[in-house]
């Protein structure tokens, strides 16, 4: 029987939320409320981040990143999700494709951009930012944002090459690259075999760098004879833990499971929790935790004290 590859045309078709209708409305404004307080936070910390000189910092150039991944990266889920929440359950080829190819980068890029943070981090409680470079700061963002677009390339690629025999229907509420895989009607196991290779190793490298430096965060803050040292160091830090702990903990049980235990249901949960929640509290947690930016905050609305 011969296989003919139809990638090129026809829509698919994403389940999302529909095998629960009764929750699909209550979902909708959940997901949209999140929306619009990530798109206000985001930009917030971004706005912040330019105009208030005591941000221009590493660490705020930093922030500033992964403000601006996060936007993009909602935004390249979200409005499709509320659509298919609202009635339209379809996607084009073409669509689907850019969707799952853009996640895919962005959140590999945060993969890198978190472990970039995480050695900031350590150049901050060392007292160590004027040996930082504004230009080596440029060239770390640059190198987090194209090798991200450049594992996505890659994975994607695989899936794009499958032929997919008029298998359309996607269950999930976005286009998700190993979903897209296994509607392949070819034997896809070398490929989900490759892509999880390549999950590894996104996940692992700057895992080890983050672990690194915070075992050299330690080791650092063990020496200080201050207590006043040691709590700028922990206000320094704190945030960021929060941040990689939310990122990396819901991301590693979602793609890292084994598969005997993969439920799709579960799937669902833990993407939307990794899509829409982390980028919402994201911003949150900076505002609320660091100093800094609580000061920014404050002398924008007029409320700092001179």
Known sequence: METTNDNAG???????????????LILSLFVLTFYTITLVGNVTIILLSILDTRLHMPMYFFLRNLSALDLCFITSIVPQMLVNM?????????????????????????CVLLAVMAVDCYVAVCD???????RLCHLLAAASWSSGFAISFLKSSMAMMLPKCGNRRVDHFFCELLIIVKLSCMATGPTESKIFIARLIILGMPVSIILTSYVCIARAVVKMRSAEGRKKAFGTCTSHL??????????????????????QGQSKALAGLYMILAPTLNPLIYILRNKDVKKAVRKVMGKEQV
């Open 10 to 24: 026809g829509d698919f078709i994403l389940v999302g939320f529909s095998k629960r209708p009764e929750l699909e």
């Open 86 to 110: 609202w009635g339209g359950n379809k996607i084009s080829y073409a669509g689907c494709m850019v969707q799952y190819w853009v996640a895919l980068a962005l959140g590999s890029t945060e």
């Open 128 to 134: 160590l930012c004027a040996l930082v470079h504004p």
């Open 242 to 263: 929060m941040v990689v702990s939310l990122f990396y903990g819901t991301i590693m049980f979602l793609y890292l499971q084994p598969k005997d235990n993969y439920s």
